[in-house]
């Protein structure tokens, strides 16, 4: 069974997998679903019919709207909000009445593939993908897709090197275009070609 703290805000027609734990503060809103062995962090919010696999860890204080879909084996570390409309207004064109909040055709996704991790405060745009595991480091602002393995920094976020499952930077990316073998720390093995990045059996 889930651990669902007392505090926790959960809609109907939410799923919820085995031993996930949803923390105090939590708003997770119709139509969500969330993987087994999961935690959800404290004052995080979790809008309609988000996807969230297994094994992931979701940090305090996060913000993940519709459209947003979470692979297994992620991290989402505290303060990081996801966006779904590149151009937001609050109001229709006449100033009369609020624009509605549910999910429209100017709402736009994003995936996070399975390992990612994403830092903390990091802001991550629309219409777009965060790779197998990629890095996103503390602070950055995500406007376009990051590769597999990537690891981004910056505002915006540009790709500086790889990184390996392991979670260690193990090569920068110095311009070279040529296909080379890379070997990290942990032993795993990588080739980069053009700063596309292949894990080697």
């Known amino acids: 069974m889930p651990k669902i703290h007392s505090t926790a805000i ?34 995080t919010y979790i809008a309609y019919d988000v996807k969230i696999g297994n094994l992931v860890k979701i940090n305090a204080m996060v913000y993940i709207c519709a459209e947003v879909t979470i692979e297994d084996g992620v991290m989402i570390s505290a303060g990081t909000i996801f966006t779904n409309d590149r151009f937001p207004r609050a109001t229709m064109p006449d100033l009369k009445t609020l624009r509605p909040s549910e999910p429209d055709e100017h709402t736009l996704p994003t995936l996070v593939r399975e390992g990612a991790t994403i830092g903390a405060g990091c802001t991550i745009g629309n219409d777009l993908e965060i790779g197998r595991w990629a890095m996103v480091g503390m602070g950055s602002l995500v406007t376009k897709s990051i590769p597999d393995f990537h690891l981004v920094i910056g505002s915006p976020a540009k790709s500086i ?14 311009g070279n275009i040529e296909a080379i073998e890379v070997s990290c720390k942990c032993t795993l093995r990588y080739e980069i070609e053009n700063e596309k990045v292949k894990e080697l059996d």
């Not at 799923?15 to 105090?24: A, R, V, Y």
């Not at 090197?161 to 110095?174: E, P, S």
């Open 161 to 174: 090197g790889a990184v390996c499952k392991c979670g260690q930077l193990f090569h920068r990316f110095d």
């Open 10 to 43: 959960i809609e109907e027609n939410v799923l919820i997998g085995e031993g996930t734990s949803i923390w105090d503060n939590v708003h997770i809103r119709h139509g969500a679903e969330i993987g087994e062995n999961c935690i959800v962090g404290e004052k």
